[in-house]
């Protein structure tokens, strides 16, 4: 079967998130699942197959890390997506049944891809000991996004704490389901992003995760409701760096962003 990855929310190769993309007829069991995406070894690999005409949905659509099955994931859909469009296994909107619900990923005239993802519902908390310790720096604000994500949602001081956080990833397991999220206005908006963000997810195997779609159904409202504007552009500064453009519209959020294919090959497990 063929095995393909794309690089997504990024218009050049080698840049924003790599995802694993596999189309099939239907789902094998989930230890071949696991195993392809241990041999892909990427953050996530997403597995799809199409769905009988007439549903609420056009294709089935998972994904998994290295070790485990997650319940959100923005940019293997969004890399499942473009395949099914740069292939031509689907036209126009494609909706993704999915363990959160229906996602709709919606192809623009520019190229990029439109995810329809529910918004993450924030709830603040009080900062757990030992979390300014093993991230590295004091946050200003601590919120739980809920269960889709499952992540703690930091904002740090100013731009320049993000780009320069060093943290125990092993330390930072113990405080949330998958990971820390840490974010701060951004320096110069001129440059083109609002806000920056960097993504830490241990408890799923990502130290960090280049760019995070999912992660964006949180800092959408976090960052809307302080700048006062629902369309946004986030800029995750990982070493692969990527921009996710958000727009939120109550509960949900849509995530905007490019993919290209690096490579197409042929599975023969």
């Known amino acids: 079967m063929r095995i393909r990855i794309v690089d997504a929310f990024t218009d050049r190769p080698f840049a924003g998130n790599p995802a694993g993309v596999l189309l099939l007829d239907s789902f094998p069991d989930d230890a071949w699942l696991q195993n392809v995406a241990v041999e892909v070894n990427h953050a996530e690999t997403a597995f799809a197959h199409p769905l009988p005409a007439g ?16 319940a959100l994931c923005g940019h293997a859909t969004l890399a499942a997506a473009h395949v099914l469009h740069t292939t031509g296994g689907h036209r126009g909107p494609v909706r993704f049944a999915t363990r959160s619900g229906v996602l709709v990923a919606t192809p ?57 956080l060093a943290p125990n990833h092993a330390a930072l397991a113990r405080y949330s389901d998958r990971g820390i999220i840490a ?6 908006p001129a440059r083109g992003y609002d806000f920056v963000s960097r993504c830490f ?69």
Do not use: C, M, Y
């Open 201 to 269: 997810f241990p408890n799923v195997g990502i130290d960090e995760d280049p760019v995070t779609g999912s992660a964006h159904t949180a800092l959408a409202p976090f960052w809307s409701e302080r700048l006062g504007r629902a369309a946004l552009t986030g800029l995750q500064a990982s070493p692969r760096s990527g921009l996710v453009r958000t727009e939120l519209r109550g509960e949900r959020t849509l995530l905007t962003g490019h993919a290209v294919t690096v490579i197409d090959g042929e599975l023969l497990a």
């Open 108 to 164: 623009g005239d520019d190229g990029s891809i439109a995810l329809d993802f529910p918004t993450a519902p924030l709830t603040p908390v009080a900062t757990p000991d030992g979390v300014a310790e093993a991230l590295g720096a004091v946050p200003l604000a601590t919120l739980d996004t809920g269960p889709n994500t499952g992540d703690l949602l930091i904002e740090v001081a100013d731009e320049k704490t993000v780009l320069g």
């Open 55 to 70: 549903g609420e949905a056009d294709w089935a659509l998972r994904w998994f890390t290295p070790t485990t099955e997650v």
């Open 183 to 188: 974010t701060a206005r951004a320096e110069d």
